[in-house]
Structures are given as C-alpha cells and as structure tokens.
C-alpha cells in the first residue's frame, strides 16, 4: 500500500506535465498552421523543416538538449519547464499535423459557399470552417493527449518526481520491481481511461455533424 | 566554427551509440512483427483461452509508457527470476512495443481486404488456411506497409529510452561526453540530428507508399 502511496504522489505532477505541454503545443500549432499554409514559399519551407525536424528526434533528447544543454549565463531550464516547453513543442508540431488533416477533411463546397456569399477569410473561418474542422480534429486530438499523457513519464529521466521516478526510486531501494513497476502501468493506463472514453464517444458524435 | 570541428570530434562515438540503436531497432522488428501478426491473429480468435492473453498483452504494451515497460524488463523481472543483460532487457521491452502496437495494424490491414475476395476465395473451394495465406495476407499486408514503417520510427525513436538502463546506444554515448566537457548543447544537438537524419527520409518512405497504395485502389 505504501508503494501504491509513493506513486499516486507522483500523479499531479504527471497531470501537470501533460496538460501545460498539451496548452502550449495546442496554442502553439495555430501560427505554425498559418505559417505552412503560408502563401510565401520561404515561409512554408521553413514550417515545414521545423516540424519535421521536432518530429524526428526522440522526446528524451529534446527535453536533454533544454535541461542540459541550454543554458544563458547562470541562468537555466527548472526540470519541470524544461519537460513542459520540450513536450509543448513536440505537441505542437504532432498537433499542427493534426489541424491541417481536419482543414483537409472539409469538404471544398464549404469554402466556395463561403466566398459566394462574399464572406470575408476571418468570418469563414469562424462560422463555417472552424466549427467542423474542430469537429474532426477532436478525436485524434483526444488520442493524441494520450500518447503525451505516456510520454511524460520521459521527464522522469531529467528528475521531474512524476509517477515514473517514484516507481524507479522505489525499485531501487529495494521493492519488488515487478510489482512496483505492474502498478506504474496500471495507474498511467488508469489516467488514461477517461480521455479514452471521451475520444470514443466524441468521434461517432461529432463526425455526424460535420459536411460531406 | 567550433561546433563544426568538435562534432568531427564526437561524430565517431556518437555512430558506434547509432549502430546499437540501429541494431536494437532492427532486432525489436525480427522478433516483434511476426509475434504481432499472431497477436492479431489471437485478438479475433473464437476461443477464450487464445483471445484473453492476447488482448492483455496488447492493451497493456499500448497502455503503458515505453518507459514503464523498458524498467520492468529491467528491474521487474529479476524479480521473478529472470534476470537480463541492459541489451537483452532493450530488446524485450522493445519487442513487446512493436508486436503490441502492429498486432493492431496487421488487424486493421487483414480487416481490410475486401469481403468479395473472401467470397471468391470461398467460391474457389480454398480452405480457410490456404485462403489466409494466399488471399488475405499478400493484400492485408500491403496496405499495413506505410503504417508499419512508422511504427518502425517510433520504436527506432524509443531507443533513446535505453539511455536509462545504460545501454551504449546514441544519446548515452552523447551524454557521456557532455558529462565529461560540459559541451552538452552541441553534443546533444549532434545526436539529435542524427535521429532525424534517420528518422526523416523513413517518413518520406512512408508517405510515398501511403500514396502509391491509394492511388492503386
């Protein structure tokens, strides 16, 4: 039990960790949506680079290259923000993936409706466009908090005492690792149900308010 | 100027650490494609006794974090008597994320195939096991391809994760020369580059074929 203790301690702060990375790569992805449908080339070349990039090293080493190696005079990264701006990155170019597949999911009438009605881009994409992409982004968007929800247990490795570190300090003073580590699973898959549910039962919803 | 001449330093090591990542990859996929094709198989079987494991083995290597489940090939383990080298406890913890995860894709692929196939193949007279292996699979397995390679990155990326079981691979080897000149932005910056030098061209594979696929049907 007192290991089942030690390790729902860790439970707010791998909440934290998940849901400050998930606000920032949420926010952050908007201008880097803009910037890929950019009608400057240079501009597009260079979003895109960037995501690619962000996608294609591994989150440990990104949130390594913020904890340890960014560093300005004596100033540097606190474990936690280093996990939250390291994993909001990482989101945000998952996340603008995302965005633009539902943008694609919109079927063209929509936008030459819109511009026959003489709308302006602002007000199109506030009434007509915005309220179906959101729809269809929102359930890959939900599986994707998932998969941020495991990978924050990564900060754990830059000393973040989420619910990993306690399940690895408490393995290495001596518990049972079987144990200790079956319950480490079973608390993340447990956190995980919810946004599972949430996912399942908004994807039939939402799908069938979007047009086709 | 100088990061370009200490990167010419460190290139060597950081390839010997991205030849183990490399290597795990590689043996994780060996081991854990065809285990994730009977995975699959074993989540539609009719009997219990088949279907139960199965799905335990699949929710739980999806469920938990990869980092969860490389500690407990590690440190859990030993626990129930088997004990593992750092490399060996990798590569198990690996091989369970790659059959968990494609078991799945090749569900999904195998669900795929069109039912008129299926009814030919019956109409032919085939046997159920002959229709499996020469009707289902050529197809099903074709439209799993794009989805596998990503599974294959995702796994390559994961290796990272050894780093904590002291594995000499990629970003250990990286680490341990920041940790002896404090030169750690530059080293890690290199490792990172390597991932993606990896990482990237292998989407761009996936994205042809995704689109080669589509256009074929």
């Known amino acids: 039990m007192d290991v089942l203790r030690a390790l729902v301690s860790g439970v707010p702060l791998t909440l934290g960790v ?104 602002m007000t199109m994409f506030r009434s007509i466009i915005g309220p179906q992409a959101w729809r269809i982004a929102l359930p890959t968007v939900a599986t994707y908090a998932i998969s941020l929800l495991k990978d924050s247990s990564i900060a754990s490795v830059i000393g973040v005492t989420d619910v990993m570190f306690n399940a690895t300090a408490e393995t290495r003073q001596g518990e049972n690792g079987l144990v200790v580590l079956g319950i480490a699973a079973a608390v993340y898959i447990v956190l995980s149900v919810p946004l599972a549910v949430v996912s399942r039962m908004l994807d039939a919803r939402m799908r069938a308010a979007v047009a086709r | 100027m100088s990061w370009l001449t200490s990167w010419g330093d460190y290139f060597p090591q950081l390839l010997d650490g991205l030849k183990v990542s490399l290597l795990l990859t590689g043996g994780a996929l060996v081991v854990g494609l065809p285990l994730g094709l009977l995975l699959a198989l074993g989540v539609q079987a009719k009997r219990r006794v088949l279907r139960f494991p199965a799905l335990l083995v699949v929710e739980v290597g999806r469920g938990a974090p990869a980092l969860v489940i490389l500690q407990f090939a590690y440190f859990g383990l030993p626990a129930a008597g088997l004990v593992l080298s750092a490399y060996a406890a990798a590569t198990a913890a690996l091989v369970w994320g790659v059959a968990a995860y494609t078991s799945e894709i090749f569900r999904a692929g195998l669900n795929a195939v069109p039912a008129g196939e299926l009814e030919a193949a019956d109409a032919l007279g085939m046997t159920r096991r002959d229709r499996l292996r020469f009707v289902v699979m050529p197809q099903g397995l074709r439209i799993a391809l794009p989805a596998l390679i990503g599974i294959a990155i995702l796994i390559f990326q994961s290796t990272a994760l050894a780093y904590s079981i002291a594995v000499r691979e990629l970003l250990s080897q990286a680490y341990s020369i920041g940790s002896s000149n404090f030169d750690y932005l530059s080293v890690l910056t290199l490792a990172g580059l390597m991932y993606a030098a990896v990482s990237i061209p292998a989407t761009w594979l996936t994205i042809g074929l995704e689109r080669r696929i589509t256009a074929r049907s």
């Open chain 1, 18 to 121: 998940t849901a400050c990375a998930f606000v920032l790569g949420a926010v952050l992805a908007v201008p880097v949506l803009l910037m890929l449908r950019s009608r400057v080339l240079g501009v597009r070349v260079l979003a895109r680079v960037a995501v690619d990039l962000v996608r294609g090293i591994p989150p440990v080493v990104w949130l390594f290259i913020l904890y340890f190696g960014v560093t300005f005079g004596g100033w540097q990264f606190s474990a936690f923000n280093a996990a939250v701006v390291g994993l909001g990155i990482i989101s945000a170019a998952y996340l603008t993936e995302i965005y633009r597949g539902a943008l694609r999911g919109i079927h063209v009438g929509q936008w030459e409706a819109g511009q026959a009605l003489g709308l302006s881009g």
